[in-house]
Structure formats: C-alpha cells, structure tokens
C-alpha cells in the first residue's frame, strides 16, 4: 500500500514536470541547502534507503535532489530547521505549489517559510501532521495563490516545533516547489543560490539570461555598496551567449555580492541592472571527511597502508557526527607505520587562501620522548615532511583535538598542483633497542583553513581573531581605553503607560485593566528590578486576554518597553511578545521577536494592521552581547503621523538607551489587536528572562525611555568589551598587562614551534606515486 502511494505521488510529480507545463514553471527538488541547524549539537539522525533507524544522514544528500528513496527521511527535533534552496524563483499556479512529504502520522508540527534566500521572509503556515500514530506518509500541498510577495521567493525554511513521533521530530522526507525560471528582460536564477553559505572558491557562477540581452556585465565584489552601484572598478563585461563566470581570488569565510546587467540590442548605453545576489565562501576545503567511504575494501581503493600501520573505519566516535578513520600505529627501531592518499587529479591549495593544513583528530598521540607523529605533503616532484605539528585542543568538542601544519613551512612544494598526502609515525633515534610504540589515532577530517587556529581556541587577548596576540590587538584595546563604566542619558519622566507588568512573582498588571494568566511551569527569579519572570519550556507564555479593551484606545502611536536576559537562542527567532493570529489565516499587527540563531542573530518589530513588510523594522544585532548573557533594556515604538525630517510615520529601536535602527514612511495604523501573549507567539517561544514589561499608548522620545529603564536616574551601565580582559568592567593598565604577557608568550610558542618543527626537507629526492 505504502508502495502504491509513493508510485502515485512520484508519477504525478513526473507530470507536473513536463516542459511548458505551466507556461514556464516546473515543479523541482531543492538544489542547496541554504542553512541548516542543529539545535542541540547532536548528530543529524534520520531514516536510511531501506527504511532503518536510527541511522546517522548528511542532509544534503538526502534533501538536496531526489530523496534516496520513499522510505527516507531526516529527523528535525524541537528547533532544529533547514533552508532548502531552489533553482528559480517559487511561483503560484494551479493547484498547490509546495509539496512536502513526513514520514510518520503522530502528530510532528512546524512552521513553514518562504524566503528570499537571506534576511527576509513570510510565514505560510504551521504543518501539522495527524495523530494516528501510524508509519505512514503525509503529503502536505501549500497553495501560493494569494500570498502577497515583496520579494522573490528563492527557498524553503522548516522550523521543527515539538518532539512529536517515535524518532523523535518531524521526519523529512522531501521537498518540491514550483519554480519558475523566467526573469523577463533581467539576469535570474542565479547559481550558486543567493544567499547560499559554503560555496567553494573556485566556483563557477552562472546565471539564465534575460530574453532581450546581447551582452552582459558582471560586478563582483565583497563590498555591496559597489555592486549597488554598478562601480567600474569591479565590472566584467563578457561577450554575447556567455552566461558563466569564474570569478578570481575568492577568499575562505567571505560573503561576496554580484549583479549581472545585460543591455539589449536597441539599448546601446542603458543595461537592465539586474538584482543583488550574495554567496558566502565556505571557511575551510576539505581534503577528506571520511563520508564517502561505505565499508573498509571502499576506504583502501582510496587510502593506502605502510609498514605496520593499520586502517579502520568508525563512526560516531565520542562528540563527533563525522565518520572517522582509524589509524593503527606501531614502531620501533626497524619499523614504522604510514597512511597515504595520492589524488586522481592534482589539487589546488592556493584556492580560497589557506594558511594551514588541519587535521581533526584524537587518540593516543605518540610518545614524544621515543617517536613522532610526522605530516608529509607531495607535489610529485618535490616532497617534505614537518614532524611534531602544532596540537591544540577544542573546547567545545572535547577530546577532540586539531593538528595543524602552516602551509608556509612545507619549502619549496608547489601548492597548485598538490598529488599526496602522508601521515606517518615512526621512531626516532633516541628509542632504545627492544622497545616500542603503538597506538589508535582517529581522524574525522583532513582540510585547509584560512585562519590560524580554530574558533574559540585562540589567547584570550586575540581581540582581533587571528589567533595570535600582537600590535593590532593593542590597538583595538587602546579604542576602548578607559572608557567609563557608565553612560549617563538625559531623562524625561513620560506619562503613564496603559499596561505594566512588573513580574514580582505574579502576572498582574500594575495599572489594574488587564491581567496576565500564567500558562506552562513559568519561574520567577531575580530581576532588574524586583523578580523577573523565566521562560524555559515550550507551553511557557503569559496570556493577556482582556487586551482588547485597552488596545482599542491605541491607534496611531505605540510604545513597548521592557528588560530582556536571553540565553543563546536555539530557535530561528524567538518571538518575545505577540498579538492575535492564525497560521495560515491572519498574521500578527503587533510582534517583537529577537534571536541568535545566527551569530550575531536578528530582530524584527512587527507594527500595523494589516501585516506588510512596510511596518517591519528589522536586521541583524551587531554584537552578540546585545542577545544572550547580560540584562539588555529594549524600547520599541511607532508614531504614524509624524517622523524625522517632515515624514509621515516612523518606527524606532532603542537599545539601553541608545537609538538602535528606524524606518521612516510607515503609516499603517494599529489597529486588530484583541489579544496579548508574552514570552511566545508567532516564530516560537522565548527561552530567557523578561521583567518590567510597559506599553504606552504614544511613541516614548529618548529622554523618556533613558527614564524608563533606568527608573529616572539616566545611568546605564556601558556593555561589556572583550578588551576587558580581567572583568572589572573597564579596559585599562591591568589589561594591557595581561594582553602583553599573553603577547610575550605567543612569540615564544611561535619561535618554539619553528625550531622544534625542524622540517625534514626531501625536496631533493624524486618521489614516484605508486601505480593504482
């Protein structure tokens, strides 16, 4: 029966995708995975070809393209999502335009977006699966007729709610959209994805030419303020029918923006410029994660034992989701052990500007006072060979660690045209006779990185995060040289405001017209002022039902001020405060929704009745320190009659006390709110803390909110720095002396590591690669 219901589902998906149906749509399988999260660091499980579990999945293979079969799927635990990618833009047409496939009935929810394939999106609706508790599969179609679209919808973003089901989450099985390919007169559908994250260097970017264009120039840059304009400096112009180009230099880490004009024919001088698209090169190249090899005979085709070494594979070792290898080491006097790759093609390792060669590994290191752990690296030509790497553990995922080699050090090898790569562990001369050393080293990767050592892992001092401690750190300590520990703000003592909820260990509102009920297993803890209330769970909100009455005096002007402490946020925003909606049905007139789900995180302020992303005021936080582990005062507002400069309608941010962003031209008023809930809401619920929470019934100025959050005396508190290396909230003497005994250090560890390295150059030596 199972089988039956896929064959129907496949062959009317195999129809829709005849050419020309739909005029100029096609219903396709996503092509990237824009982004993804895994919320609590666990390894991405889900359902195999054959239909076990649990079973370790990479999401891109199952979710990119066809899926693997109609039994698989990739698990989505509470707050775990994926931002699926497509080739062309999504458009409605008949019928339903979205079509998702969950494996098991029992009762998995999640929101659905569309997105553009960067910082903006909608929210279509909420997916709820049946509770029938049956493993059978749910096709769920979400029709786009009707859905207004500011922007082009190039992805699909499926935030996980709950642990419903026997896996437990929502059980992706596959996605499809409609998807148009037609840009009109413009460059569209450009490859790789916007907004798309781990492209590698040297990338190829294509894109479908406009129906009008006899040639075409590219503007390529990290600087999008060039590409907006159209800046000479950074044109390509290319000859008719090409609609390719390979750009140059592209660096590991960096986001690139790019446009593509194409003037027609009767257009000598005018080009149609087209949209702004953005990539990001991925951090790091991977020489070799392990992931392809299905069975020991697969690994050994590849990787090539020496000696006495031994070879393995292993999975799921410890805190990594990475298939492993295995390296079995012996050696003494007359024996050593080696692991070999030699490459089908030759590799370029200057490509995306690595500075070290990386590997993840742990296990038993070998012992330093009898043998060494060496890294060789060949050119065909040319070999060398650095022994005693650099070892630096990982904070995050111990015992994990990294062994890293600089890419400068390997002498005169020619990194474009890289054909081997050795670990070798033999004696050395000062191992006695009759003795030996042996061990298990497991490496889950092999890869070239542009920074110097790993996130998270540098001095405390590396202000400037390149992994090392020296005169550009003391000068970005010198910027915040004895800044005061406090900023005073001039203060205006406002009026009342028409609701306040203090959260002194209760959810009464300190003015009397509308009281909150506490749902789910809320706590109250010490606060700013008083006790705060804590958000922890899912069902955790605080309901304010008899809203309607004290909103309905509220029409052109709003204020919502209140103090926040957040954890980092595993959701993709956490909405904070929210009004009456429907998924699916009737979108919020009022929302705060703050996050980390993407260091440093994003914030919107949804105002206006009805919804439009013209009463949206959001973007990304500029620090991380504005989210997660410190007390942050947050005041939101709008006044739709009057603005900056004569302009009608304005909504603002303030951030301890501080103007944080605005909109001007945003006129819509507030208008349909009957309900009120804190603490959760429209994206998902809160983890954190909230206390003195004041709505006004106008737009607060400066001075009136400095009062506000600061109880009338104007002093904040100044955010914390990382130049403040000791904690006592100021950056002075004793931080300097701590960044310069970490300075010191450094190069020591630096001309250490030089010495010890001691490269046994074999540069002179002709090296045969073995035949396959």
């Known amino acids: 029966m199972q089988n039956a219901k896929w064959l129907v589902w496949l062959i009317a998906t195999i129809l829709c995708a005849r050419p020309g149906w739909g005029a100029t749509s096609v219903f396709e399988y996503p092509t990237a995975i824009l982004d993804l999260h895994d919320a609590d660091k666990s390894c991405w499980m889900g359902t195999d070809a054959s239909g076990a579990y649990p079973v370790a999945v990479i999401p891109r293979h199952w979710l990119v393209g066809a899926p693997p079969s109609w039994q698989s799927a990739v698990t989505l635990p509470a707050d775990h999502w994926v931002d699926l990618g497509f080739s062309g833009g999504l458009v409605g047409g008949d019928g339903d335009d979205i079509l998702l496939v969950e494996t098991g009935k029992a009762g998995e929810q999640a929101l659905l977006f569309v997105t553009d394939g960067a910082d903006r999106e909608i929210l279509l609706t909420k997916v709820a699966i049946e509770p029938t508790m049956t493993q059978e599969l749910s ?11 500011p922007f082009v919808p190039r992805a699909i973003r499926l935030v996980a709610l709950d642990m419903g089901g026997q896996s437990p989450g929502f059980d992706l099985a596959s996605v499809q959209a409609r998807v148009s390919h037609d840009g009109g007169v413009y460059a569209s559908c450009p490859d790789p994805i916007s907004g798309e994250e781990g492209v590698e260097p040297g990338i190829q970017l294509t894109w479908a030419s406009g129906t009008s264009a006899s040639r075409r120039v590219v503007y390529l840059s990290d600087a999008a303020s060039l590409v907006r304009a159209g800046d000479g400096s950074i044109g390509h112009s290319l000859p008719p029918g090409v609609n390719k180009f390979s750009p140059p230099g592209l660096e590991f880490g960096k986001t690139y923006f790019w446009r593509v004009d ?7 001088f005018a080009a149609h410029a087209g949209e702004v698209w953005s990539f990001t090169v991925a951090d790091h190249a991977v020489i070799d994660d392990f992931e392809v090899y299905s069975d020991l005979p697969s690994l050994r085709k590849t990787w090539r034992r020496g000696g006495s070494a031994g070879m393995a594979l292993e999975r799921e070792v410890l805190d990594t989701c990475q298939q492993s290898l ?5 050696c003494d006097d007359l024996n050593h052990s080696t692991l070999s790759r030699y490459f089908n093609a030759a590799q370029d390792w200057t490509q995306g500007g690595p500075r070290t060669l990386q590997l993840l590994l742990h296990g038993d290191p070998p012992d330093l006072a009898n043998s060494e752990l060496s890294i060789g690296v060949t050119d065909g030509v040319n070999s060398s060979f650095l022994s005693q790497p650099v070892m630096m553990d990982i904070e995050d995922r111990p015992p994990w660690r990294v062994c890293r080699i600089a890419l400068a050090d390997l002498g005169e090898i020619d990194l474009t045209r890289i054909v081997g790569i050795i670990i070798e562990v033999r004696s050395l001369p000062s191992m006695a006779p009759g003795t030996y050393d042996a061990g298990t080293i497991n490496i889950a990767e092999i890869g070239l990185y542009g920074d110097v050592c790993p996130q998270g892992s540098g001095p ?16 970005r300590m010198a910027e915040n040289w004895l800044r005061p520990p406090t900023r005073v703000h001039e203060v205006a003592l406002p009026r009342d405001p028409v609701l306040w909820y203090e959260f002194d260990g209760n959810a009464q509102d300190l003015i009397g017209r509308a009281h909150g009920q506490i749902m789910g297993r809320c706590n109250f803890v010490q606060g700013v002022y008083g006790q705060a209330i804590q958000f922890a769970n899912r069902d955790d909100a605080v309901m304010i039902s008899q809203a309607a009455d004290v909103f309905a005096g509220i029409h052109d002007a709003i204020t919502i001020a209140f103090w926040q402490k957040g954890d980092d946020s595993a959701h993709l925003n956490d909405t904070l405060l929210c009004s009456n909606y429907v998924y699916g ?21 949804d105002c206006g009745f009805p919804w439009s992303f013209d009463n949206r005021l959001a973007g990304r936080h500029q620090d991380k320190s504005e989210w997660t582990g410190q007390w942050n005062h947050w005041a939101f507002t709008k006044d739709i009659r009057t603005g900056p400069e004569g302009g009608k ?3 603002e941010i303030y951030l301890n006390g501080e103007l944080y962003d605005r909109i001007v031209e945003t006129d819509t008023p507030i208008t349909g709110i009957t309900s009120l809930q804190i603490g959760s809401g429209w994206y998902g619920h809160y983890d954190g803390l909230i206390d003195d929470v004041q709505i006004y019934d106008y737009a607060l100025s400066a001075a009136e909110i400095a009062y506000v959050a600061t109880d009338g005396s104007g002093i904040f508190e100044s955010p914390a720095t990382p130049a403040d290396l000791n904690g ?10 701590a960044l310069a005994v970490e300075w010191l250090r450094d190069a020591i560890v630096i001309e250490r590591s030089r010495r010890d390295s001691n490269p046994r ?12």
């Open 649 to 651: 309608g304005c909504m």
């Open 585 to 605: 049905q009737s979108n919020p007139a009022l929302a705060i929704h703050l996050g980390c789900w993407r260091n440093p995180g994003r914030y919107r302020w």
């Open 139 to 149: 096709h769920i179609g979400i029709d786009l007729d009707g859905v207004a679209m």
């Open 728 to 737: 006592d909230q100021r950056v002075n003497l004793r931080d300097f002396a």
């Open 262 to 268: 194409e003037p027609g024919p009767a257009e000598e």
């Open 761 to 772: 150059s074999l540069s002179t030596q002709r090296f045969s690669r073995p035949s396959p």
């Open 460 to 475: 405390q001092a590396d202000l400037t995060a390149d992994c090392r401690v020296d005169c550009r750190d003391l000068e």
């Open 326 to 330: 295995v390296f079995g080491y012996y």
